[in-house]
């Protein structure tokens, strides 16, 4: 509904609108489903670490709930702007003051990935703005780590949400996944870090490729390249400019190439169709004559991979403790829920469209109203369907419950097979 | 698995007293059970400083020769063990054995790693220092064994991985070729779950499919180097537990507490001796920073931001070089505000800073990044921290250099050692080139290189280290190094006596201005009471006088 995105989103009014938002649609009931699996292990709802920020950045930390509905009338009452989910610890976060030992027994896999992260690589937009071009980016970085998580790893349990502003978070919630310690999680972090930055902030991002490739680097390329023109020539047109030709230069590390490939693209036409031909075309005719540097074999392939590899902020995954805004949560500046979307349909989200808190509020009403005028019966009929059927959040609560679906017939098999066990004895 | 479970059991107290089958059964060995039995005080000392020095020649090693396990590597420390007379080592790093010599190299083995593990669990960074070197140890000696040796120690210690079968490596053969080198039909390959080789998979050496990890025999001492570790790492971290009981005993406390103080170089945690001004830093960051350090500083000046990791590498180095956290608070404040409200600074950074220096979440004092770590690190995009001389290319580096003003020789040195990857060798390389001398030590520190730098430009006194010499075999030079080490202790215990007195001081002095404020306010108020009451009086006093006149009109 294009015309109703018009509707401007006032963050000066979203205290009001979060109020309704909450009471009315924010799944209360999914949520705690998910983040109590089940209950199936000790204290696993109970010591989990809420935050909550409020109106004018006041931080909550160390919240805990004994149970649904004390979460549910919590976030009610204090209307948070802005809610974070950390660890489950060994003890009951709210009382963290008078136990000194208190640490992080369980913690979701996260990983983060940001649409800043890309600025040396898009055109289109720059720092917290973002557009279906540059959406791009973060379908090919779900894509490429969601099979990654799937297939070497073996994690089913995946539940990606668009941030809310220009990221998206995965929350990997099988028990092994959750249970990793820092070690582990950095491990698998650094598994899925292909792509180095230099360091500094002239620097390019990197990647190295040598004869043998890991088999998730082979995949990765599969998913990369044949999106590559499509992205980097065409939509961002990354090689239009003096200084994107400079930072192309930048990844070829050999000064005699460096030189040749300047005089070639001095020639060339200025656009990044032309660049791009140029430049495999020069690294192809070299390789023909076999005087291509064995450093400079994979070039072609270390390009793409440094412009669309994934781009992780693996602090965030590596801490067993780090807090991340919880899925549903409206992000404050633009007003946008963060929704669930389905990893397989990445290329067809819209974070465009993803709808803000007013237009919700503005849907729920238009749908009463509707029902309400057919019926005549104003009170029953209207107050059956549940809210969120109303408003275009649908989808993404669908999305939402098909995840719980999943996980909840894992937890349960889990618990019927310990108990199948315990029976033994 | 039955072995994790054996980890577990805590000893019953053997009545045999040397059954060393039973805790050291093989010449590479776990060191699971601690010992139970008794160690005189001398045997005590001579285990401890056998085994440090035998760390310190694989830190040489490794240093010298940073691909481990490369023959380089091998030579130089089985040389070095020869030369300082610890045979016995030697004997246990060339595989298995079962002879009366053997047993005994394996005793003062275990002894000497459960002893050292005292004075090493003390400090994130000591313990650092002492897995790493373990670790090193352990794989000298599991790469050494043969195949059925191998085989003895999965049976011994009962880890029970079996090879997967010709048609299971069929399966998914293009994926084994592309992740393991040689060719892969002459190969074992083992079927295990990932947790257990999280450093093959954090490089990417082994096939992945469904949580399990694909290895090959030659990767698998990293199966069983990650239990090792584990071993030594919970060890540890028990160890430290009982040291509060342990220290009790001074006789050992002087032992433990000086070995690493007089081994490993100092943690630069707080810089006492000396106070940087902050307008100093350009000035200093020319030549007395390492290039991390410089980098840092001039992006700092250049963006008026740091992102989180510069941040943390630079501000902990600022705070080990000796700026006050005062001072440090208004060097990142004018710079980052420059860029931002001050209010949004005071919001999201200051605290940062503070934490820094152990003001605030767990108040740890923390230490300024080693360059260990500072290598390890990996800088997201547009991050500027880690080692230049890793995260640069070439070209780059080159560049950089030659506008610092370096000569053309010795940035070609640089640039090789980089490109091979002697990052610590080429920050060394660095720094002979800016200050024109010979660094012998090496660089491992960037708070080190700091205060070589400024010893060079004559701008610290060198400090008194005592090193013991590493031929210290005669039973005197030995009571000497009791010696000193003992007047070490005392020496870090006047220290820390002082530095409480400072505290005390402070407070003293913070308490003692409260009260001259209180006083001068007090006096103050009585004033202004005195004021107002005369004022009053005054007041009173017109008015009775007018009325006295009025009364007299009247």
Same mark, same amino acid.
């Given at each position: 509904m294009p015309e109703a995105q018009k509707e401007q989103f006032n963050a000066n009014q979203l205290s009001d609108y979060l109020k309704l938002y909450y009471k009315r649609l924010f799944p209360h009931k999914q949520f705690y489903r998910w983040i109590s699996y089940n209950l199936s292990e000790d204290g696993i709802f109970t010591n989990r670490e809420f935050s909550f920020t409020m109106e004018d950045d006041i931080y909550i930390r160390y919240l805990s709930f004994e149970n649904q509905s004390e979460l549910e009338n919590d976030i009610c009452t204090k209307i948070p702007h802005k809610i974070d989910i950390g660890a489950v610890f060994n003890t009951r976060p709210k009382n963290h003051r008078s136990n000194a030992n208190m640490k992080p027994i369980q913690r979701e896999l996260v990983f983060d990935i940001d649409?800043? +992260? /890309?600025?040396? &690589?898009?055109?289109?937009?720059?720092?917290? !703005?973002?557009?279906? %071009?540059?959406?791009?980016?973060?379908?090919?970085?779900?894509?490429?780590?969601?099979?990654?998580?799937?297939?070497?790893?073996?994690?089913?349990?995946?539940?990606?949400?668009?941030?809310?502003?220009?990221?998206?978070?995965?929350?990997?919630?099988?028990?092994?996944?959750?249970?990793?310690?820092?070690?582990?999680?950095?491990?698998?972090? +650094? /598994?899925?870090? &292909?792509?180095?930055?230099?360091?500094?902030? !002239?620097?390019?991002? %990197?990647?190295?490729?040598?004869?043998?490739?890991h088999h998730s680097i082979r995949r990765a390329r599969t998913i990369i390249e044949p999106c590559f023109n499509e992205i980097i020539i065409e939509d961002q047109d990354a090689f239009g400019s003096p200084s994107g030709i400079d930072k192309l230069l930048k990844m070829v590390n050999d000064e005699t190439c460096r030189k040749e490939l300047q005089n070639l693209f001095a020639s060339t036409a200025s656009d990044s169709k032309s660049i791009w031909s140029t430049f495999v075309g020069y690294f192809e005719s070299m390789r023909v004559k076999s005087q291509l540097k064995s450093k400079l074999k994979y070039i072609v392939e270390e390009v793409q991979l440094a412009m669309l590899y994934p781009r992780l902020d693996i602090n965030v995954s590596r801490g067993t403790n780090h807090l991340l805004k919880a899925p549903f949560c409206v992000h404050p500046k633009t007003g946008k829920v963060c929704v669930p979307f389905n990893p397989n349909l990445a290329h067809k989200f819209d974070p465009m469209t993803v709808p803000t808190v007013n237009l919700l509020m503005k849907e729920i009403d238009e749908f009463d109203q509707k029902t309400n005028e057919a019926l005549e019966t104003p009170d029953d009929k209207a107050a059956k369907v549940k809210d969120f059927k109303k408003t275009s959040m649908f989808k993404s609560t669908v999305i939402f419950e098909e995840f719980l679906r999943k996980i909840e017939q894992s937890t349960k098999s889990k618990a019927i097979t310990v108990s199948d066990k315990r029976m033994e004895f | 698995m039955d072995f994790t479970k054996r980890s577990r059991i805590k000893l019953l107290k053997s009545p045999d007293e040397d059954s060393i089958d039973r805790f050291a059964p093989h010449n590479c060995m776990f060191y699971i059970l601690p010992p139970q039995n008794d160690v005189s005080l001398k045997d005590f000392e001579d285990l401890a400083i056998e085994r440090l020095k035998l760390l310190r020649i694989l830190e040489q090693a490794s240093l010298k020769y940073p691909k481990i396990l490369s023959d380089e590597w091998k030579e130089f420390i089985i040389n070095e063990l020869n030369a300082e007379g610890l045979k016995y080592f030697v004997r246990l790093i060339k595989g298995n054995g079962n002879s009366e010599q053997d047993k005994h190299a394996r005793r003062r083995d275990y002894l000497s790693h459960f002893i050292l593990r005292f004075a090493y669990c003390r400090s994130e960074e000591l313990r650092r220092w002492f897995i790493t070197r373990e670790m090193e140890l352990f794989k000298f000696k599991f790469s050494s064994l043969s195949s059925n040796e191998i085989k003895d120690f999965i049976e011994l210690y009962e880890m029970g991985y079996r090879p997967i079968t010709d048609e299971q490596k069929n399966e998914v053969r293009q994926e084994l070729q592309c992740s393991s080198t040689g060719n892969i039909d002459t190969i074992d390959f083992y079927k295990v779950n990932f947790l257990q080789v999280l450093d093959l998979v954090r490089q990417r050496k082994c096939f992945l499919k469904g949580g399990f990890a694909y290895v090959s025999s030659n990767d698998f001492s990293s199966i069983i180097g990650g239990h090792?570790?584990?071993?030594?790492?919970?060890?540890?971290?028990?160890?430290?537990?009982?040291?509060?009981?342990?220290?009790?005993?001074?006789?050992?406390?002087?032992?433990?507490?000086?070995?690493?103080?007089?081994?490993?170089?100092?943690?630069?945690?707080?810089?006492?001796?000396?106070?940087?001004?902050?307008?100093?830093?350009?000035?200093?960051?020319?030549?007395?920073?390492?290039?991390?350090?410089?980098?840092?500083?001039?992006?700092?000046?250049?963006?008026?931001?740091?992102?989180?990791?510069?941040?943390?590498?630079?501000?902990?180095?600022?705070?080990?070089?000796?700026?006050?956290?005062?001072?440090?608070?208004?060097?990142?404040?004018?710079?980052?505000?420059?860029?931002?409200?001050?209010?949004?600074?005071?919001?999201?950074?200051?605290?940062?800073?503070?934490?820094?220096?152990?003001?605030?979440?767990?108040?740890?004092?923390?230490?300024?990044?080693?360059?260990?770590?500072?290598?390890?690190?990996?800088?997201?995009?547009?991050?500027?921290?880690?080692?230049?001389?890793?995260?640069?290319?070439?070209?780059?580096?080159?560049?950089?250099?030659?506008?610092?003003?370096?000569?053309?020789?010795?940035?070609?040195?640089?640039?090789?050692?980089?490109?091979?990857?002697?990052?610590?060798?080429?920050?060394?390389?660095?720094?002979?080139?800016?200050?024109?001398?010979?660094?012998d030590e090496g660089v491992n520190h960037p708070n080190g290189y700091f205060e070589n730098s400024q010893i060079i430009m004559g701008n610290r006194q060198t400090k008194e280290k005592n090193k013991p010499s590493s031929q210290q075999s005669n039973f005197n030079h030995r009571k000497q190094v009791q010696m000193n080490k003992q007047q070490e202790f005392k020496r870090k215990m006047d220290i820390k006596i002082k530095e409480e007195k400072d505290f005390d001081e402070e407070l003293w002095k913070l308490s003692q201005r409260e009260e001259e404020l209180l006083n001068e306010w007090n006096t103050r108020q009585e004033q202004t009471k005195k004021e107002v009451a005369e004022i009053s009086q005054m007041d009173w006093n017109d008015d009775d006088e007018d009325m006295s006149q009025i009364n007299n009109y009247l």
């Open positions: 649409m800043t +992260d /890309y600025d040396d &690589v898009r055109t289109c937009c720059n720092e917290a !703005n973002i557009c279906n %071009k540059c959406w791009k980016f973060m379908s090919i970085a779900c894509k490429v780590i969601d099979t990654a998580l799937r297939e070497d790893f073996g994690f089913e349990h995946l539940l990606w949400v668009f941030s809310g502003r220009r990221g998206i978070h995965c929350w990997v919630c099988d028990k092994t996944a959750r249970h990793l310690d820092s070690k582990g999680r950095g491990a698998i972090a +650094d /598994y899925l870090q &292909v792509s180095m930055s230099g360091g500094g902030e !002239n620097t390019v991002t %990197k990647v190295t490729l040598y004869d043998k490739q | 090792h570790q584990q071993f030594i790492e919970k060890g540890l971290l028990s160890h430290l537990k009982l040291l509060p009981e342990f220290e009790n005993d001074e006789r050992i406390v002087g032992i433990i507490k000086g070995l690493h103080t007089s081994y490993v170089g100092k943690d630069y945690t707080v810089n006492k001796d000396a106070d940087v001004p902050i307008e100093s830093l350009d000035q200093l960051s020319l030549k007395s920073y390492p290039l991390c350090m410089r980098m840092c500083h001039e992006s700092l000046r250049k963006t008026h931001h740091l992102k989180h990791s510069g941040r943390l590498q630079y501000g902990l180095f600022l705070k080990g070089i000796g700026v006050s956290l005062e001072d440090s608070l208004r060097f990142w404040r004018e710079e980052m505000t420059k860029n931002m409200e001050v209010d949004k600074f005071d919001k999201s950074y200051a605290y940062g800073i503070r934490y820094n220096y152990g003001k605030e979440g767990s108040r740890t004092n923390w230490t300024p990044w080693s360059c260990a770590k500072i290598i390890s690190t990996a800088p997201g995009a547009q991050d500027v921290a880690g080692c230049p001389f890793k995260l640069w290319d070439s070209i780059e580096l080159k560049s950089k250099l030659t506008s610092f003003g370096l000569n053309p020789m010795a940035v070609q040195d640089v640039v090789s050692y980089a490109s091979k990857g002697h990052f610590q060798l080429a920050c060394g390389r660095y720094f002979e080139s800016v200050h024109e001398t010979r660094l």
